[in-house]
């Protein structure tokens, strides 16, 4: 028996979103989407002389020398994935092969060639929290990255994972080139999806919405600089729901607020005082069981309709 070993890693983790779903729906056409998967990840990771640590299902788990090397593999495979995706024009849009990563830095022991400790436990937590298509690394992980002329990152901040003692810095990352609506609907997946849950996840991920503020935001910034403010009124609540729905239609309204706040160049305007605002968003919410409804509207200081539209979710 071969004696522990401590020492620092970059650890990846990878799996197949919808997986459980995808193989209820059709378990012969998922286990080739899985082969397909293993093929492109594992090509990926050996590329960047990574290795292969363990399959777990559909997830892959895997280990590199250096955080760089596991970044480049992460990126490599979501753009391989991406090609496939493209190749396969029959396919259902709902049975595309899409993944998620994470990838963290930091101490793990080896013990027989397998690898233990919080730097496996963090991966293997970022991984579950990325958006699809997406990469989620640690603080520590953006820190080793020398070059990112060819990345897209946003940064989530400090956040709590589960099981692990310290908030840790995280970033969403993904190949530069990405639509300025596709960067901002993963922020969107992230922030909604796990703070109000699935319902809500799921009827703004579509994007309907993200697409409609970031033309507005793209009218914005045609215009003079102090042009840049946008005023959000609160989302009525429709449902006969009482306190309780007027709870998650606060919500909503409050968890579009904080993601438009982080937007560089756009000022958000006191809901009570939005004179010179030059944009206005507003719009209802209405939830029954597992559904819900959202309608919005994104009008000019004229009242012009900018955008908008209905987001329905299940």
């Given amino acids: ?6 020492r620092l890693a970059a650890i990846l983790f990878a799996d197949i979103v919808g997986y459980s779903r995808l193989m209820g729906e059709d378990q012969a056409d998922t286990l080739v989407l899985l082969a397909r998967f293993r093929e492109i990840v594992e090509d990926h990771i050996a590329r960047e002389d990574g290795r292969v640590v363990e399959h777990i299902g559909d997830q892959v788990f895997a280990s590199f020398d250096s ?16 090609e496939f995706n493209a190749a396969e024009a029959g396919r259902a849009e709902d049975r595309r092969l899409q993944s998620r990563v994470g990838i963290h830095l930091g101490e793990v022991v080896e013990k027989d060639g397998d690898l233990f400790g ?33 990345i897209t990152l946003i940064p989530l901040g400090r956040q709590p994972l589960k099981n692990i003692r310290h908030k840790v810095n995280v970033f969403l990352a993904a190949p530069a080139g990405l639509s300025a609506t596709a960067r901002w609907r993963a922020h969107y997946q992230y922030r909604f999806g796990r703070r109000w849950g699935r319902p809500l996840g799921m009827a ?11 033309a507005g935001i793209l009218v914005l910034r045609s215009q003079p600089a102090e042009a840049h403010y946008l005023a959000v009124s609160d989302f009525r609540n429709l449902a006969e729901e009482g306190d309780r729905g007027d709870y998650f239609s606060v919500g909503v309204t409050e968890a579009i607020r904080a993601q438009l706040a982080s937007i560089p160049t ?25 559904q819900v409804r959202i309608v919005f509207r994104l009008t000019s200081k004229d009242g012009e309709t900018v955008g908008g539209g209905t987001v329905d979710g299940s």
Avoid: F
Wanted: charge should be negative; charged fraction near 20%; glycine fraction near 10%.
């Fill in 118 to 150: 919080d730097g496996v436990n963090v991966a293997a937590r970022l991984e579950s929290m990325a958006p699809p298509d997406w990469l989620c690394i640690s603080g520590v992980v953006r820190d080793q990255l020398t070059d990112t002329s060819g």
């Fill in 266 to 290: 756009l000022y958000l305007v006191d809901r009570k005082q939005d004179i010179g605002a030059r944009l206005r968003l507003e719009g209802s919410v209405q939830r029954s069981a597992e």
């Fill in 67 to 82: 955080a760089q090397a596991a970044v480049k593999a992460g990126l490599g495979l979501q753009n391989a994935l991406a």
């Fill in 204 to 214: 703004l991920g579509g994007g309907a919405l993200a697409s409609a503020l970031v």
């Fill in 1 to 6: 028996m071969t004696p522990n070993t401590h």
